[in-house]
């Protein structure tokens, strides 16, 4: 599995297709209050799809740091019992399926690494391939020193600690921001409305005031004016208060 990409299910691809035409919907009678805007803006779907995608594979990323740090955790309990290095990692894998019940995206990974080991495939290559895929710096990191270190026999025991308190701390640190954001985001997600719903609220108490912006070439250029700037305040937004992973 390719971390940095996402498939849409069937039932997601019907609720998101949902979600975009209710949104434009609500653009074309806010803004033009014609049913062949509607149509015209169809092709935009794509950008919403693409923007939904962009958010899952991000949320897909950051569970699956917080999943891997609990497995490299399960690998250094393992080592310090006196297992082997690639039996602490199958024994790693069987913890996560108790811990995830089977629905983890670590318990995946775990179900291929164990697969792979058994077939006498190489651990550092399992791992790096895992790491290729993962699209995660932490976890690309991890898997380069810790090939460079089961050549040269370093202590991998305290190298699978360190790389779990850095990753750690680097996940407590996004939460800590995550927190300190949140208030901003909500203010964010207000103010994005906040353009709109004056716009629809007129459009429904007040249709006659804005008339004159209707169904006229003059009219129908200022609003895509207003949309475009709209569309970009919002995007801008949204990327001054989002968190790599």
């Known amino acids: 599995m390719n971390y940095s990409e996402y498939r849409f299910s069937t039932n997601e691809k019907i609720l998101y297709l949902a979600q975009g035409l209710m ?5 074309s009678f806010t803004f033009y209050r014609s049913v062949t805007a509607f149509f015209l803006m169809m092709p935009s779907l794509f950008f919403l799809y693409r ?3 962009q958010k ?32 602490a990692f199958i024994d790693a894998g069987r913890e996560m399926e108790k811990m995830y019940g089977g629905q ?25 391939d895992m790491a290729d895929r993962s699209g995660l710096e932490d976890i690309l990191d991890f898997a380069n020193v810790f090939a460079a270190a089961k050549r040269s026999g370093g ?13 750690g701390d680097k996940i407590d640190i996004k939460r800590e921001i995550e927190t300190e954001l949140s208030a901003k985001q909500y203010e964010t997600r ?14 429904i108490t007040s249709p006659d005031f804005l008339s004159p912006l209707y169904h006229n070439a003059a009219g ?26």
Do not use: H, W
Not at 23 to 27: E, W
Not at 190 to 203: A, D, Q, R, S, T
């Open 56 to 87: 899952l594979i991000m949320a897909q990323k950051r569970e699956l740091l917080l999943e891997f740090r609990e497995m490299i955790l399960a690998v250094q309990s393992a080592l310090n019992a006196g297992s082997s290095v690639e039996n």
């Open 23 to 27: 949104i434009l919907g609500a653009v």
């Open 190 to 203: 207000v103010m994005e409305l906040v353009p709109f719903g004056i716009i629809l609220y007129l459009n």
């Open 220 to 245: 129908i250029a200022i609003m895509t004016v207003c949309l475009a700037l709209y569309g970009t305040a919002f995007r801008m937004a949204e990327k001054i208060t989002a968190i790599e992973v």
């Open 104 to 128: 983890g995206l670590i318990v995946k990974e775990a179900e291929v690494l164990t697969r792979r080991l058994r077939s006498n495939e190489n651990l550092e290559r399992i791992l790096q």
């Open 51 to 53: 923007y939904k995608k």
């Open 155 to 167: 202590d991998l025991s305290g190298i699978i600690r360190r790389a779990s308190e850095v990753i």
